[in-house]
């Protein structure tokens, strides 16, 4: 499981926006309507291929209830992307976008890439966000923008793939020093050996052969 | 370590004497660089928990190596004689070589192997098979006197300990390639094996309770995930023997999450740390002395806690209910909301494939290990036959299942300890206090790290009998893996078990202020 570059990505928003689900569907690609209130932060990692190569994402999702806020600033830090997530059914989730945002910059490195998703965009009845105010909010906070939703898949793929891309680009620009990994990148093993798992076999078949 | 030793001293003297013979100078051919530079590496993480008074950690870390040092100095005389009583040389020529081969091996990976390794082995406690030596005559040869030899591996390992804590995985690996040369016991050795180790191991022996404390580190927090992740990527770049690739303990806890666990924990208790520190600096007189009190309270269940002693009982025989059970109850105490769970589905699942992995024989009794001896002679007489039976059972197999349930216990392990940071850094508990939490938490760290050890001997006991076939240049490696494992999953443990107290005193802070 070698990796060309290791990114660690943190998930904010609103308690109640799908953060959670997000993850889940990027990770396990299933959807879980029910879910635990996230404590303090939960994790996730999935390996994607950029540019014919190996990025591991490592996911911190972090808890959306207020009480955990000062918890989870501890977590912002040394991340390379963020998901800003609000839910595009309830607008108190889209008013606060701000206040993340000034919080996720305050704690975070200045170059962190972060992409603003509208989540829920299967459940069009019930918007109370429109795509364009996300879109506006997005350009002018200088974000990247999407809308997904978590229950169909719909962009969770392209969310936290775009993210990466821009970070990959970030790093062939030379923004980011990928040296530091304050900045949440890492340069991964030097050897892939992508056979990591495959092989073993030799072994068993030694120990197969030596009990008949 | 000859028995005489034992009943004088208390454990922490008798570990620091032990580890004091190790660093008896004799520089050794093989490894000439393991005695260079090493030293201050290895003092954080020999002095650590074996001495009652556990260096705060909120004191700087940087002041560790150097206290260890006088301490160094000042106990030399008494390490020599430790040596020339002769404690190692019960060892016998089987552990010696095996190191001449292993250092030769490893001298430019990293010095802690040899170590480790020897430990490793050496708490097997198996008799010196006689051709044993004869494929590492060459390397011996070169190194003089077997005797000094030997002490001069165990200085050599001793030194760079600091380095042994990355290299557990890496060093089982080596373990295995060089065992393939090296061991040649066969059936005799096997049998030794597996009484030996349960006993041996389980008693507390000295060697391999080294081999765990060794591993421990409270004052170096950080090294431990940062060379925990460089394991990864060293195993992941220099994958060097079959078992390995299967069952790779550093990338499979980092599977589970166990690495970025104890990343989180590692920033939650940083910053409670640096909190804690300020307000200390804004207080005085009285207020600061309350403090500085209460402060030292909580310091005491951090650093009595001792695992090794702790006798695992073998007739527990209950799929890990009873360590549910006690672990549920540990944490209710803690009066936060946070449940065993998941740990318990992890033991479950543990515990099903060692059932799984019996099934063919005579069911549940197999993996009890009430009576070792019962256990054992039966299980000669049923080798063969069963053996056969159970042959879609490779003692690869085993070996990757031990491993597997080690790394997902270890990462639940410390997944929980994140969560009760969290929680008690979320809210102030009123139904308890921060002295009463980390007593708790001490506790719930030996229920965690006894079931490790069940575990892993359940597992070896697994391989034993079901690969009583085997050579014991196949099984010998498998079974030194997964106790080294084991042991290495118990240092993780207590490591994060030590990042929780400054957590606690961040709470007591803000208790200490509601006082004034």
Redesign the interface.
């Given at each position: 499981?070698?990796y060309a570059y290791l990114f660690k990505y943190i998930i904010i928003g609103d308690t109640g926006v799908g953060k959670s689900c997000l993850l889940l569907q990027f990770t396990d690609k299933r959807f879980q309507p029910v879910h635990d209130l996230t404590?303090?932060?939960e994790?996730g990692?999935r390996m994607i291929t950029i540019d014919g190569k190996q990025i591991k994402l490592?996911i911190?999702d972090t808890a959306g209830q207020e009480?955990?806020r000062?918890?989870t600033r501890?977590?912002y830090?040394g991340a390379a992307g963020a998901l800003l997530v609000y839910d595009i059914t309830r607008r108190d989730t889209f008013n606060h976008l701000t206040t993340w945002l000034e919080d996720a910059r305050q704690h975070s490195n200045s170059n962190m890439v972060i992409m603003l998703i509208g989540n829920k965009s299967d459940l069009e009845s019930r918007r109370e966000v429109k795509k364009e105010e996300g879109e506006a909010f997005a350009r002018e906070h200088g974000l990247i923008f999407m809308e997904t939703s978590a229950k169909t898949a719909s962009n969770v793929e392209e969310a936290f793939i775009n993210t990466a891309k821009e970070i990959y680009e970030k790093i062939q620009e030379g923004v980011f020093d990928i040296n530091n990994e304050a900045n949440g990148i890492k340069i991964?093993?030097?050897?892939a050996?992508t056979n990591?798992?495959?092989?073993?076999?030799?072994?068993?078949q030694?120990?197969?052969g030596?009990?008949? | 370590m000859s028995d005489s030793e034992r009943p004088k001293e208390s454990e922490g003297q008798l570990e620091d004497q032990e580890m004091e013979s190790q660093q008896t100078p004799s520089p050794v051919a093989d490894s000439p660089t393991g005695m260079l530079g090493s030293d201050t590496d290895a003092a954080p993480v020999r002095k650590t928990r074996k001495r009652p008074e556990n260096k705060p950690l909120t004191e700087p870390k940087e002041e560790a190596p150097e206290i260890q040092k006088t301490e160094d100095d000042s106990r030399k005389k008494s390490s020599e004689s430790a040596v020339t009583q002769g404690g190692w040389g019960y060892w016998g020529s089987w552990g010696k070589s095996i190191i001449s081969t292993a250092s030769a091996t490893v001298a430019t990976v990293g010095q802690g192997i040899s170590q480790a390794i020897e430990k490793a082995e050496t708490s097997l406690g198996i008799p010196s098979p006689v051709d044993l030596s004869a494929q590492v005559k060459e390397e011996e040869e070169e190194d003089g006197s077997p005797k000094s030899k030997n002490a001069g591996e165990e200085t050599d390992g001793a030194s760079s300990l600091g380095g042994a804590m990355g290299m557990f995985s890496s060093l089982s690996s080596v373990v295995q390639s060089t065992g393939k040369t090296v061991i040649t016991g066969g059936l005799d050795a096997l049998e030794f094996i597996g009484k030996k180790t349960m006993d041996v191991i389980a008693e507390g022996d000295p060697g391999f309770k080294k081999t765990k404390g060794l591993m421990i580190t409270t004052s170096t927090l950080s090294q431990v995930l940062r060379e925990a992740k460089e394991r990864e990527?060293?195993q992941?770049?220099?994958?060097s023997?079959?078992?390995e690739?299967?069952?790779?303990y550093g990338?499979l806890f980092d599977?589970y999450?166990g690495l970025?666990?104890l990343e989180?924990l590692e920033?939650?208790s940083r910053?409670s740390e640096a909190k804690v520190k300020s307000v200390l600096t804004t207080m005085s007189g009285e207020e600061l002395a309350q403090l500085k009190g209460e402060l030292g309270q909580i310091k005491v269940p951090f650093s009595l806690v001792e695992f090794d002693e702790e006798e695992v009982e073998e007739k527990k025989d209950d799929g890990g209910t009873e360590f549910v059970k006690e672990l549920s109850e540990a944490l209710a105490d803690l009066h936060l909301s946070?449940n065993a769970d998941k740990l318990g589905r992890s033991i479950k699942k543990a515990y099903d494939s060692i059932s799984e992995m019996n099934r063919p024989a005579n069911g549940t009794k197999q993996e009890g290990e009430g009576n070792e001896e019962e256990v054992h002679s039966r299980a000669e007489e049923e080798v063969h036959s069963r053996?056969?039976e159970v042959?879609r059972c490779?003692?690869?197999?085993i070996h990757?299942s031990a491993i597997r349930s080690l790394a997902e216990l270890t990462a639940r392990s410390i997944e929980q300890f994140?969560?009760v940071a969290?929680?008690i850094?979320?809210?102030e508990s009123q139904e308890t206090t921060a002295l009463e939490q980390a007593k708790t938490l001490s506790q719930i760290t030996i229920v965690l790290c006894r079931e490790i050890s069940l575990l892993s001997k359940k597992f070896t006991s697994c391989l034993t009998t079901l690969?009583a076939?085997?050579?014991g240049d196949?099984l010998n490696p498998l079974i030194t893996g997964v106790f080294l494992e084991a042991s290495n999953s118990a240092s993780y443990i207590q490591d994060a078990f030590q990042l929780l107290l400054p957590v606690l005193e961040e709470i007591l802070k803000h208790t200490g202020q509601k006082y004034c």
């Open positions: 499981m070698a404590i303090g932060v994790f990692a490592q911190w009480s955990f000062s918890i501890s977590y830090r991964g093993p030097q050897h050996t990591a798992t495959l092989s073993g076999s030799q072994g068993g030694q120990a197969g030596g009990c008949c | 990527e060293k992941t770049a220099e994958v023997s079959d078992t690739k299967k069952a790779h990338m599977e999450q970025s666990h989180a920033i939650l910053e946070t053996a056969e042959k490779t003692v690869e197999d990757s994140h969560k969290e929680l850094l979320h809210y690969g076939n085997e050579k196949v």
